[in-house]
């Protein structure tokens, strides 16, 4: 099946900076998904990105499905942003429709 | 303006006794997917369904587990005869569509022990 890689795996930033979360993954797809799971173990949809840019707010994502990978980017860091953030795909080579996920990055904002 | 409700939000369960979980969609959507998560690991998935049918279990368990989600009522995820591996928080989704975005319950923390 489809293999799905992000790096880093954790990251510990002050309140204000910026970050770039790497997702790579091995196969097309037509289905990537960024979450956010929160210390309390909830998941948030950010965005569903299969190609291009989005943004929302201060978060960003973009997809280059061609070269495998997408970014997700956090700008002017605050303590709720902390959690860990996965990345999932569905691949465009049939199989499940059920997405596979990353192993995420663990992301502690200090204030 | 409901989201995915799973409930129980913590289930205990001695080791051989069954576990019951729930999710109810959110309003309108038809495809529920099923995900493990092991401590400290990714979502894992385990199947996905529509109304009445099962599209893709190709992620549970041939034994013990089994899922249905009928024509009315929440999506059910049993699990058999439980074993202390079997503790795991577990998580259903919703989605419109097949490809769009899923959305996540909080949760079902199932402690076998």
């Known amino acids: 099946g489809i293999q799905v890689e992000q790096s880093p795996p954790d990251l510990i930033l002050q309140e204000g900076a910026n970050s770039t979360l790497r997702c790579n993954f091995s196969?097309?797809?037509?289905?990537l998904q960024w979450f956010h799971q929160n210390p309390w173990g909830q998941l948030i949809n950010l965005f569903y990105?299969?190609?291009g840019t989005k943004q929302n707010g201060r978060l960003s994502a973009t997809t280059v499905a061609t070269e495998r990978y997408s970014l997700l980017y956090i700008s002017s860091s605050q303590t709720t942003d902390s959690g860990v953030y996965f990345c999932?795909?569905?691949?465009?080579?049939?199989?499940?429709?059920?997405?596979?996920f990353g192993k995420g990055t663990h992301l502690i904002i200090q204030p | 303006n409901a989201g995915v409700m799973q409930n129980p939000r913590h289930l205990v369960r001695r080791r051989g006794q069954e576990a019951r979980l729930r999710c109810s969609p959110v309003k309108g959507h038809s495809h529920v997917y099923w995900y493990r998560q092991l401590p400290e690991e990714g979502l894992k998935f385990m199947v996905y369904?529509?109304?009445?049918?099962?599209?893709?279990e190709s992620g549970m368990p041939k034994e013990r587990f089994s899922a249905e989600f009928p024509k009315e009522g929440p999506s059910i995820l049993r699990i058999q005869q439980v074993v202390r591996g079997d503790s795991a928080a577990y998580f259903c989704a919703s989605s419109l569509q097949g490809f769009e975005s899923l959305h996540f319950g909080n949760g079902t923390r199932l402690t076998v022990t």
């Open positions: 369904l529509q109304k009445e049918n099962i599209i893709d």
């Open positions: 990105i299969p190609s």
């Open positions: 196969d097309s797809v037509n289905n």
């Open positions: 999932a795909v569905g691949s465009s080579g049939g199989g499940a429709d059920g997405l596979t």
